[in-house]
């Protein structure tokens, strides 16, 4: 096997020019498609809340794009090596590339270097793009697609306990004694866990100590009524920095971000596993691009008119989706504490490169 990866310049703008284009249709193909089905399922939703119109439909699509480019730019990656080398085989250029002496990893190395450069790309965009649009969209669902607070940091759907009483609330904005919670329940529970009470209001707001709910419904479990009180503060025990730390959601938060909550609830003692694997799954979830074109190498090589070629291609697909399977696993299993968390981000990966690194070379080096 040749170490020079790179031996012709010509050669290598040409399949890296050939490989960016392809990566581009397939991402916009698969874009456009799903946006229009998730438009479609969500239209009723964002319609149906008054006031809204056309131009929540823009907002809700602005917000839900970067979403779907940053979950499929990986598959369009492997279809994009697929459909690559698979032109390339038909054509006979393979043969004609391995007859000028080049190796399999010499035909692969600018597809491979075009796909560190969009793993790296993919990075940068999560970090900047897609954890904001994603703390908005949740805000805005847990809403009901209605008004949220313009602040930035919004959170959503957080869930804490105060002794045996729950407190939920759909969205979470401000931070310290200007902390706001927004679809706020409450729910008050004997010593046995039973729900004894239950009060809603709109909003509320850091009462130190206890959070004040104002216009709220109350709903007594024993006498089965129902009635409006002005103004009621509750959860007396919880402070808006417990609200901050039980309000972690990876999804929402960049890498620098996450890592701050990570430290700062390990030293609350509290478990932090989950959110662990999904900091590691930051950096590991980019590179699944750059494994695509060593998994669907599988495609390039072999005698095209052999009849194989579609073969082939059917195992490089099958590759690069179990890999995608094995991962929401491995993440899955990390969540519940079955994995190390840094095993539940990079075992996946590490495993489905040893296998396809060791499929070429038994097969073309």
Do not use: C
């Amino acid at each position: 096997m040749q170490l020079d990866f790179f031996p012709s310049r010509a050669l290598t703008l040409y399949l890296a020019k050939m490989f960016v284009v392809r990566i581009l249709a397939v991402l916009i193909m698969l874009v456009l498609i799903l946006q229009m089905l998730d438009l479609l399922s969500a239209s009723g939703d964002i319609l149906a809340f008054e006031g809204n119109g056309e131009a929540e439909l823009w907002r809700y699509v602005s917000m839900r794009v970067p979403q779907l480019v940053a979950r499929f730019l990986p598959y369009s990656v492997l279809l994009a090596t697929i459909i690559s080398l698979a032109t390339l085989n038909q054509n006979s250029e393979v043969i004609a590339m391995k007859a000028a002496g080049m190796s399999a990893h010499q035909v692969l190395a600018p597809l491979l270097m075009v796909a560190a450069l969009v793993s790296a790309g993919s990075f940068a965009f999560n970090e900047t793009v897609v954890v904001r649009g994603n703390a908005t969209l949740k805000a805005w669902k847990a809403n009901d697609y209605g008004p949220v607070p313009i602040e930035s940091g919004v959170r959503s759907n957080v869930y804490v306990t105060d002794g045996p009483d729950i407190l939920t609330a759909a969205t979470v904005s401000g931070s310290g004694r200007e902390t706001k919670l927004g679809g706020v329940t409450w729910y008050g529970r004997d010593p046995r866990g039973m729900i004894t009470q239950q009060m809603r209001a709109s909003g509320a707001t850091y009462a130190s100590p206890g959070w004040q709910m104002d216009s709220v419904e109350v709903f007594n479990v024993e006498t089965a009524r129902t009635e409006t009180r002005p103004s009621v503060v509750v959860a007396a025990g919880l402070t808006p920095e417990q609200i901050a730390i039980d309000s972690v959601d990876a999804d929402v938060m960049s890498f620098g971000e996450l890592s701050a909550s990570i430290d700062a609830l390990e030293a609350a003692g509290r478990r932090t596993g989950e959110l662990e694997a999904k900091w590691w799954h930051k950096i590991s979830g980019p590179l699944a691009a750059f494994l695509m074109p060593l998994l669907g190498a599988v495609a390039a090589f072999g005698l095209a008119r052999s009849g194989q070629l579609f073969l082939r291609a059917v195992i490089g697909m099958a590759l690069g989706f179990a890999y995608f399977v094995v991962d929401n696993a491995a993440l899955a299993m990390g969540s519940f504490g079955g994995y190390p968390p840094f095993l539940a981000a990079w075992s996946p990966f590490l495993l489905f490169a040893l296998i396809g690194e060791t499929v070429l070379i038994r097969t073309e080096e």
